[in-house]
């Protein structure tokens, strides 16, 4: 089966720096998305790693591990409107095809 | 253009009820999503489309049946519902395999089953 773990809970300061860790456990992995979610609103698409290292999009960078089944995404200059749910989803292969499994979701609390 | 769209926003219906929730992108997106999300809890898949064929259904039951017409579209036909499949319902579009590491969702249709 598969299975992802994630913090539930993180705090942090406006214009800090936060990690949210994410390890897996899949047999068809073929790589590691994040999406930020607001309440209300849909999951957005933040960043995806297939290959091993870091990937750096604006205020956002997201690192990939697969021979340690672990990822993170760091967000920098941290500022209220962070204030999301964060999802780390695994991209897997099975017979059917292509599917996405996602973890519980980081809830992330910006304060001032 | 990124977006997904969804009608409706909001739907009640009773269990006796039959109602369709309709989905739609025109990004070239060759593989769609259905989602399921209730509240504080992750997505949780439903079914995938690759090429307008239904490639995956994550053992949903019959009374959830989804249906491609086309590329663009995606309907999820709804009939005999419970109580316990009020939630969120997420549609999503990516690209095909590896590619759909990076999905876009719609905003999603808040199901209500009286």
């Known amino acids: 089966g598969q299975s992802l773990e994630q913090p539930s809970e993180v705090t942090a300061v406006e214009g800090a720096i936060v990690q949210i860790n994410c390890t897996y456990q899949t047999s068809g992995f073929y790589g590691l998305s994040w999406y930020q979610q607001h309440d209300g609103g849909a999951p957005t698409f933040l960043s995806y790693n297939a290959l091993d290292g870091l990937e750096e999009t604006g205020r956002f960078s997201s690192f990939l591990s697969r021979s340690d089944s672990y990822g993170y995404l760091l967000l920098q200059e941290l500022q209220m409107k962070d204030s999301a749910s964060y999802f780390c989803a695994v991209r897997d292969q099975d017979i059917g095809g292509f599917k996405t499994i996602f973890g519980a979701g980081t809830r992330l609390f910006v304060k001032a | 253009d990124t977006e997904v769209t969804q009608t409706p926003k909001h739907l009640v219906m009773g269990m006796t009820n039959k109602k369709s929730l309709k989905c739609e992108q025109h990004m070239g997106h060759r593989a769609m999503y259905w989602y399921k999300q209730k509240a504080k809890k992750p997505p949780e898949l439903m079914f995938v489309y690759s090429y307008e064929k239904l490639s995956i259904n994550e053992s949903v039951p019959s009374r959830f049946s989804p249906e491609c017409p086309n590329s663009s579209l995606l309907n999820l036909h709804l009939h005999a519902l419970q109580p316990e499949d009020s939630a969120l319902y997420l549609c999503?579009?990516?690209?095909?395999?590896?590619?759909?590491?990076?999905?876009?969702f719609g905003p999603g249709t808040r199901l209500t089953v009286t």
């Open positions: 999503a579009s990516s690209q095909v395999g590896d590619g759909g590491g990076e999905q876009y």
